[in-house]
């Protein structure tokens, strides 16, 4: 993700009052007439224009969010006058409009950095529909840019997205606990950038010039996990040809991230619970105490105080874990962030993939909108990154969305019942097509399946070679 917002919220200009302010570049006084009522209805701040010429001073006196552009004007072509305000502004919005609407001139003018294409006559709520996108595009990118430039001079937080009222209380929060020793505990769905937040903490803290060490302790067995934490001596076990350092020691006078804590075994908890109470650890097979002066910041997607109930958590590590507590809202919850982060994910991925892609288009942006988002944040950056790579243009289009993003096959097709299935039969079936599906979501990671099922990697494992699942390779190893 990238960097987010602060406190407030300001106008783009005292000029561009909500929501939004719109140039029409129309030679016909009827046409202009007609879209100044029609946006002025919708609150819209409207000024125009009735040549390429007169456009252009326009857009040097006063900033717009929108250009409503006629391709067919007197004195220059309207794909020139494009041309002419991307070179001034790349960021402007641009919707062409002409009477004269072919393919051709759709893609050119899409190619060229227009964000849509309208022809005349126009469907009125169709037109509003696409100027409220475009217009809301444009002031999320312009407002990131600010927000992210006051988040930097506050905070200095790195890689954080977010302008919601969830997302900026807890900006405030980190930036409160961040210089203190206290431990930190991370609750959230997976996806959600609890990673991020950490990182944060760790970076507004006195320890920021020491290490930040993460470490994902579900994906480790028990005993890998010991030794990567605590370290061993030569000779603990049969693979322990020399000594080895912890992640306790490799993070002294920093900070150590413990992923997915609420997937532990309660053997590791005690352990864990020692450091935290004396800042002593022995190396495995060692018989010498070790001080360290370490900051643990723990995450988890699980109800840690339900883990408790089960007794699958011990209570006296959850209580000297949740000193201070930062929840995570899941992206559904924030979705007035998702444009930001759309804006972010495009700037990122087009300049590694060397892509021209500049957004994405009003029809591609509603399903992002609408969609909910189960794999959170990190979906949404797979989503966009998919849709650049595969992008050859400036916009990207809704056939360039996953199906289930734009509800094209969301449902888990089920498999048809063998004639001479049992009922324990069918069900296995199911429950394989299903674990599959996830899988396949998941590009085959089986710990964030598991984390999406709501259900210990070890539970998810169990299935998996009871139902002789095939795991594939993930696609981005």
């Given amino acids: 993700m990238g960097e987010a917002a602060v406190l407030t919220r300001r106008p783009l200009s005292a000029e561009v009052a909500a929501p939004g302010s719109i140039l029409i570049i129309d030679d016909e006084a009827a046409i202009r007439e007609s879209l100044e009522t029609l946006l002025d209805m919708e609150g819209y701040s409207v000024a125009s224009a009735e040549s390429a010429e007169e456009g252009l001073a326009r857009i040097a006196e006063r900033p717009f969010d929108l250009v409503l552009l006629d391709l067919a004007l007197p004195d220059k072509s309207g794909m020139e006058l494009l041309h002419e305000i991307r070179e001034r502004d790349p960021e402007l919005a641009v919707i062409m409009i002409t009477a004269y609407g072919t393919v051709e001139n759709a893609v050119q003018a899409m190619q060229n950095g227009a964000a849509n294409f309208i022809q005349k006559p126009w469907d009125n709520e169709k037109l509003l529909a696409d100027v409220r996108i475009v217009v809301a595009r444009r002031r999320a990118e312009e407002e990131n840019i600010q927000l992210k430039r006051a988040l930097k001079q506050r905070y200095n937080f790195e890689n954080i997205v977010g302008k919601s009222e969830g997302m900026l209380r807890i900006f405030d929060l980190v930036a409160q606990v961040a210089p203190s020793r206290s431990t930190i505990l991370i609750q959230g769905e997976s996806g959600t950038g609890k990673e991020l937040i950490a990182k944060a903490i760790h970076m507004n803290s006195p320890r920021r010039d020491r290490p930040f060490v993460p470490v994902n302790t579900g994906s480790m067995p028990a005993d890998l996990l010991e030794s990567t934490l605590f370290g061993h001596v030569k000779g603990a076990f049969t693979s322990a040809i020399a000594s080895k350092k912890g992640l306790f020691e490799v993070a002294d ?25 004396d800042r002593k650890f022995m190396h495995l097979g060692g018989v010498q105490e070790i001080q360290v002066d370490v900051r643990i910041i723990a995450a988890t997607n699980v109800d840690l105080k339900q883990a408790v109930r089960e007794g699958r958590f011990r209570e006296d590590l959850f209580y000297r874990l949740n000193v201070i ?35 994405f288009s009003p029809e591609a942006m509603r399903p992002l909108m609408d969609y909910e988002w189960p794999g959170n944040v990190r979906e949404l950056e797979n989503v966009v990154e998919r849709a650049v790579v595969l992008s050859s ?84 190893e």
């Fill in 253 to 277: 006078r920093g900070t150590l991230f413990l992923d997915e804590i609420g997937t532990m075994n309660l053997e590791t908890q005690a352990k864990i619970l020692r450091v935290l109470q």
């Fill in 325 to 359: 507590t930062v929840d995570l809202p899941p992206l559904r919850d924030r979705r007035e962030d998702i444009p930001l982060l759309v804006d972010f994910f495009i700037k990122k991925f087009a300049a590694e993939n060397a892509r021209p892609v500049r957004q």
């Fill in 393 to 476: 243009g400036h916009t990207i289009g809704p056939d360039l969305l996953p199906d289930p993003v734009v509800g094209r096959g969301t449902a888990t097709r089920l498999p048809e019942p063998r004639p001479d299935a049992s009922l324990f039969d069918i069900m296995e079936d199911c429950e394989r097509r299903v674990i599959i599906d996830m899988l396949e979501k998941c590009d085959w990671n089986q710990t964030e399946a598991a984390n999406r099922f709501r259900i210990p990697l070890s539970t998810l494992n169990q299935k998996i070679k009871r139902l002789s699942v095939e795991i594939r390779r993930r696609a981005r």
